[in-house]
Each structure stands twice: as structure tokens, then as C-alpha cells.
């Protein structure tokens, strides 16, 4: 069962306290996306994966906790920019808040990862351009960090998908498959490869790569702490590890 609460949580930029709201609990994830956002129930917690001050705009999964290089990036002109940018959805304002400090603060893989969440909630918008820009975005957030582990590019392979880029997709296919794939990994790219040669940019959950049963959308586009546990995004050890669950059960 999940509930919703509040905490009250002390700003760690500006010392400032604010009403935090956090859920506890919940019922079983379906399988993720190939992208890795989660099944339900998880994916309707996306509100409450970060905080954020509302008097210095700080975003992090808990406020109570900062750098002394986040607390700056915060206070910089870009950030204060971002914050005031209202053409954006607010959560995934919140969530492109968060890439920019990981961004400055050198940590490009999970930016790239709090990139992609804007993304998700674009798409739940109905937001087709900004969940566009910010996929690429991610991906480019992937490729300037360290060299992408083997899990990294298959998630790749499917975010340029869902953006359209489908040359680049393919390319990024073709570039898996001139090494070893380990099964069932192999199974999700020759899948990916279906979908990209039909101009395919809708989103599919993971087990949908590994029929039975057939391919069927998951409808990712479908509308609308200190004291309590704040919900986490759970992926269960990685895309490699949910497909080593689901193969199990074929």
C-alpha cells in the first residue's frame, strides 16, 4: 500500500524549511520500459522522487543534503534561468534542475538518467518536441561522460528511438551487434531493430522484447525526507537484471 505524508525538511543551500511530501509502501512494478522508467505502481510516484526548496529552488532527493559545488551551481545565472523557465512542464522543470547541478558537478551519467526523467514526464504531458530535446540531450549527457557500459548503449539504442532519430538508433544497433551480445540482450536490439525499421517511436515495456507475449505498446504517453522514506525510482539492479528475471519465467 502506499501513502502520501509530509515532513518538514531544513533547506541544505539556503537553511530555510519547507513541507516535504514523501510516500512509503507500494505494490508491485510491472516490467519497466526498455528505457528503464518503471512499470506501475513506481511510475506514479514520479512527483515525489526529488525535493525541491521552494525559496532557493535547490532540486535533490534530499534537501538536507548538499555540496558546496551544487550549493553554487544553484545560485548561478543558468540555474536561476531554468527555474524561471515556464514554458516547461514544473516536475520536469524540477527534474532538469537536478541534471543541471549533476551536469556542473561532473556527474554526466546521472544527468543524463534526471535528463531522461524530464523526458518521461514531457511524454505524460503530451510534450512530443521537449521530450525530443531532452532524450537527445541525455544521450549526449551519455556519450560525454565516461564510455557507456554495455547496458548504457542498449538504453541508448531505444531513447533515440522514442525521439525519432532513427538513423542514429540503427547506427547505434549496428555498433552493439558487431560485438557479442549475451542472450536475452541480443533478443531486445534485433526487437529495437523491428521497431526502428518501421518508423516505430512508441514506447514498449522490456517484456515485450522477449515474446511470448507479442509486442504490445506500453502506453508510457497515457495522461494523467527526513521522518518518511522518500520513493525511489527502482529498476531492479538494471535493464541486464530484469531481463535475466523475465527470460527465467519463458
Do not use: N
Not at 506501475?40 to 512527483?47: C, D, L, P, Q
Not at 535533490?60 to 531554468?82: H, K, N
Not at 523557465?85 to 538518467?113: D, K, N, Q, V
Amino acid at each position: 500500500m502506499t501513502t502520501v505524508g509530509q515532513t518538514s525538511v531544513t533547506c541544505a543551500v539556503c537553511g530555510r524549511e519547507s513541507r516535504q511530501r514523501a510516500v512509503r509502501g507500494g505494490g508491485p512494478a510491472g516490467p519497466p520500459d526498455l528505457d528503464l522508467r518503471p512499470g506501475e505502481t513506481t511510475r506514479s510516484t514520479m512527483a515525489y522522487w526529488l525535493q525541491q526548496c521552494p525559496t532557493c529552488g535547490y532540486a535533490a532527493p534530499r534537501l538536507d543534503e548538499a555540496t558546496p559545488a551544487a550549493a553554487a551551481v544553484v545560485a548561478g545565472g543558468p540555474y536561476r534561468a531554468l527555474l524561471a523557465e515556464t514554458s516547461y512542464p514544473p516536475l520536469a522543470r524540477r527534474f532538469l534542475c537536478r541534471a543541471m547541478i549533476l551536469e556542473e558537478t561532473g556527474e554526466l551519467h546521472a544527468a543524463a538518467e534526471a535528463t531522461l526523467q524530464a523526458a518521461w514526464v514531457a511524454d505524460d504531458m503530451r510534450k512530443p518536441d521537449l521530450a525530443r530535446e531532452w532524450r537527445l540531450t541525455a544521450v549526449a549527457l551519455f556519450r560525454q561522460g565516461p564510455a557507456p557500459d554495455l547496458e548504457q548503449q542498449v538504453r541508448i539504442v531505444d531513447i533515440l528511438r522514442r525521439a525519432g532519430d532513427f538513423g542514429a538508433a540503427a547506427a547505434q544497433a549496428s555498433a552493439l551487434e558487431r560485438g557479442h551480445l549475451p542472450e536475452p540482450v541480443d533478443r531486445v536490439v534485433a526487437f529495437e531493430r523491428k521497431l526502428i525499421a518501421a518508423g516505430d517511436a512508441r514506447a514498449y515495456s522490456v517484456a515485450s522484447a522477449l515474446p511470448p507475449p507479442a509486442a504490445r505498446p506500453h502506453a508510457s504517453q497515457r495522461g494523467p525526507a527526513t521522518g518518511l522514506p522518500l520513493m525511489r525510482p527502482v529498476s531492479g539492479g538494471g535493464l541486464f537484471a530484469v531481463l535475466r528475471r523475465l527470460f527465467r519465467r519463458r
